[in-house]
């Protein structure tokens, strides 16, 4: 699309157009988006097309179109985290990301739907209602942020932002066959990205091809002052290492204990598929062990919690938000409490109480603190395994996309999900998922999962590359044309 | 085995600030029992000798210059509060009446 752009072929505004249809005649099946701005968009892109016609250098991605995940502050545009503690509420400033976005002329078609404040795997805890799958709309399209995957496999929209803290990237990336990237913590801003978990929160790219979630990933990253915990570094040559795709002579490890038991035979099927082709491309295939990995779940699923139970303490329906029983004589204390009843859905309240114990005094040193140890020797894993090999490899997900509220009310069984995913933000390295086929049994799409160290990013995409490469070559045409096409069966 | 009672489920949800009915508290509590039991593993090889991290990146007093640059006007600052006065947040009352 850029290279239509650039060569005149077709306008921003044309493109900009063809999705805004596209979402006008899919979005009632999918529903993606919480919020389309269509006005905006083509401001947008016209501002673009203006300045291409005046000869100015524009950036690779400049008036191609984007979707963006809702937990993003957009100036004057709505901001709900899926929440609706948030309805209603409009940023009075830009986050960094988006203010990159604009700086490159990447136009933003609306905000996606997600898991209230993205706290879920399945986008089915959005206050707004569940996305489905394009796939197969009976099924979820990953989470927290299956808006964003749900409209790149609908083609919606091109390119998506996402958020990542224990796979919200990587595993709706994964269950829609596109692409989605975590880079390592600290490589993107998260100035103006709605807390969840601080210290395992980041933005990333997604999109359908390895090179254009690393044209995506380049244009938003980099450092920011306005983040105390952004990395002051050159960004990884991420689009570089996507148009060589070379893993001659790469040690690529996989990860023992992220495979085998649980995991969908067709999983497991692709996968080996896939370690095959690297090979083939001349990579070494060597096997790696991290014995901790297994108590990642249990380390995450309280520091996330702890960390979110006092991140979302901001949300008191004082400043702005949801306000509720502010009848005269009411207390502050009072509000508060009914506020928070009503605005928070079950998954958040549930997170909420399970920090707050996690680090209520007496419990704290058996819970939260014994979680922070696991995350040093989950680290030291990591730091171990990538002396054996240059980047680690495994499935993104132990099964493929689960139907709509087949584990709504088994919070576990949903948690077992982000199981291969959250080791990378335990030790805010990065991580990849990219299609790798469909399984066997039922047909839907398998993710491939790709782990680098710490602002090696460019690993994970130099791998992609090469594996996209194989596997289009293999298949003919890309994985999202077998997907159904929506229109077709209205 | 770890649980949390009914009575434990209602004094967090007052620390968490958040109004629960009956029918919640129960429900949690049971879920509880499950989870806790879950996530207690992290116990089984969090030993004395391992260091604990809080953060992924080892930084330490970041900085910014001294330098005022511009902020949100008060306008913005409020606009999007749920009721304001005289250029103020109005809240509900927060000390007791005594």
């Not at chain 1, 070379?246 to 099927?269: C, S």
């Not at chain 2, 640059?69 to 005289?86: D, I, M, N, Y």
Request: proline letters at 6%; charged letters at 20%; a negative charge.
């Amino acid at each position: 699309m850029a290279a239509k752009l650039a060569s005149g072929e077709t306008t921003s505004v044309a493109l900009t157009q063809a999705h805004l249809d596209r979402i006008n005649s899919v979005e009632d099946k999918v529903h993606a988006f919480l919020f389309i701005d269509a006005k905006g968009a083509l401001e947008q892109a016209a501002s673009v097309d203006a300045k291409r016609a005046k000869g100015e250098k524009l950036s690779p991605l400049a008036g191609v179109p984007l979707a963006l995940k809702d937990v993003l502050a957009q100036k004057d545009k709505p901001t709900t985290c899926g929440s609706k503690i948030l309805e209603g509420w409009l940023p009075p400033y830009d986050s960094t990301v988006v203010a990159n976005l604009k700086k490159n002329g990447i136009v933003i078609l609306g905000k996606t739907n997600m898991d209230e404040f993205a706290m879920g795997s399945s986008t089915e805890n959005s206050a707004y209602g569940p996305t489905h799958n394009p796939w197969d709309l009976s099924r979820i399209p990953g989470g927290s942020g299956g808006g964003s995957s749900a409209a790149l496999a609908s083609f919606e929209a091109p390119l998506a932002i996402g958020t990542d803290t224990g796979g919200s990237i990587r595993q709706p990336a994964a269950v829609t066959g596109t692409v989605g990237v975590k880079p390592t913590y600290g490589g993107v801003s998260r100035y103006g990205l709605v807390a969840f978990s601080s210290s395992l929160d980041q933005a990333g790219p997604c999109a359908r091809t390895v090179l254009d979630t690393a044209l995506l990933h380049e244009a938003i990253a980099g450092y920011d002052p306005k983040d105390a915990t952004s990395i002051n570094a050159p960004i990884p040559l991420v689009v570089q290492a996507a148009k060589d795709g070379n893993v001659k002579g790469m040690k690529i490890g996989v990860v023992k204990e992220l495979n085998g038991d649980g995991y969908q035979p067709g999983v497991r099927a692709r996968f080996d598929e896939a370690l095959e082709l690297l090979a083939k491309a001349g990579a070494e295939i060597v096997e790696v062990s991290a014995p901790n990995f297994e108590y990642a779940l249990a380390a995450y699923y309280l520091i996330a919690p702890s960390e979110a139970s006092s991140n979302l303490a901001r949300f008191d329906a004082m400043r702005y938000g949801l306000r509720v029983g502010d009848v005269d004589g009411a207390s502050a204390e009072a509000v508060m409490n009914l506020t928070r009843e009503v605005g928070f859905g079950k998954e958040v309240k549930r997170r909420i109480i399970l920090g707050t114990y996690a680090l209520s005094s007496g419990y704290y040193d058996a819970y939260y603190g014994s979680a922070q140890k696991v995350r040093t020797l989950i680290t030291q894993d990591f730091t171990k395994a990538f002396t054996k090999a240059d980047v680690l490899v495994s499935p993104t997900c132990p099964t493929t996309a689960f139907k709509i509220g087949e584990k709504a009310n088994d919070p576990l069984a949903m948690y077992l999900n982000d199981i291969a995913t959250i080791p990378v933000n335990m030790a805010g390295i990065g991580g990849m998922s990219l299609p790798a086929g469909l399984a066997d049994e039922d047909g839907l799409p398998v993710g491939f999962q790709i782990m680098s160290p710490v602002m090696k990013d460019e690993r994970m995409y130099s791998v992609g590359a090469s594996l996209e490469a194989a596997l289009l070559s293999k298949w003919g045409a890309p994985l999202l044309d077998r997907a159904p096409t929506l229109e077709a069966s209205k | 085995m770890s649980s949390l009672s009914r009575d434990e489920v209602a004094k967090l949800a007052g620390l968490a600030r958040i109004e629960m009915s009956e029918e919640e508290l129960v429900s949690l509590s049971k879920e509880f029992t499950v989870i806790l039991d879950a996530v207690a593993r992290v116990q089984e090889v969090a030993s004395a000798d391992v260091a604990p991290t809080s953060h992924p990146l080892s930084l330490r007093n970041v900085f910014r210059p001294d330098v005022v640059v511009p902020s949100l006007s008060p306008e913005q600052a409020l606009s999007g509060a749920p009721a304001q006065e005289e250029q103020r947040f109005r809240v509900p009352q927060i000390l007791g009446e005594e």
